[in-house]
């Protein structure tokens, strides 16, 4: 993971909730895996994968995942979680994930994802489609 300083064309603004805090009163790390969903889920609705998946069956599964933290958070605070899209393979790309603290001003967090495509009607592997890969590069070009 390198911190490249080109914006990521999905981002969601989240506040901290008191309840995301561990007994150590920062953000529990299992917190930021759920502001990396969001962001996803976020990408994926701009790109329409959700309702390719409705229609047809086939959608994302995360294979795998990983989290830098850089900066532990608190209570008050917003975070700017975002996703970016690279690496198209046949049947899978990787995520690109990161967290800023809007208190601090700077990256909280930053991470990765294997989404891999699948047929949930077959149970097996599916290719990327050619619509979502076409919208993932659209919307990637425009960096």
């Given at each position: 993971?390198?911190q490249d300083?080109?914006?990521?064309?999905?981002?969601?603004?989240?506040?901290?909730?008191?309840?995301?805090?561990?007994?150590?009163?920062?953000?529990?790390?299992?917190?930021?895996?759920?502001?990396?969903?969001?962001?996803?889920?976020?990408?994926f609705?701009?790109?329409?994968?959700?309702?390719?998946?409705?229609?047809t069956?086939?959608?994302?599964?995360?294979?795998?995942?990983?989290?830098?933290?850089?900066?532990?958070?608190?209570?008050?605070?917003?975070?700017?979680?975002?996703?970016?899209?690279?690496?198209?393979?046949?049947?899978?790309?990787?995520?690109?994930?990161?967290?800023?603290?809007?208190?601090?001003?700077?990256?909280?967090?930053?991470?990765?994802?294997?989404?891999?495509?699948?047929?949930y009607?077959?149970?097996?592997?599916?290719p990327?489609?050619?619509?979502?890969?076409?919208?993932?590069?659209?919307?990637?070009a425009?960096?």
């Amino acid at each position: 993971m390198t911190q490249d300083k080109k914006p990521f064309m999905v981002a969601v603004e989240i506040p901290v909730s008191w309840g995301d805090l561990d007994a150590f009163q920062h953000v529990n790390n299992t917190v930021y895996f759920q502001w990396f969903e969001t962001a996803r889920i976020r990408y994926f609705e701009e790109i329409g994968f959700l309702d390719h998946l409705k229609a047809t069956g086939v959608g994302p599964i995360l294979a795998e995942t990983s989290c830098k933290f850089r900066l532990p958070l608190t209570y008050p605070d917003t975070v700017t979680a975002s996703a970016q899209a690279m690496d198209l393979g046949h049947d899978r790309f990787t995520m690109r994930y990161r967290v800023h603290s809007a208190e601090h001003g700077r990256l909280a967090a930053e991470g990765e994802g294997r989404i891999v495509c699948f047929d949930y009607r077959g149970n097996n592997k599916a290719p990327l489609p050619d619509p979502i890969r076409k919208a993932i590069e659209t919307l990637e070009a425009r960096r």
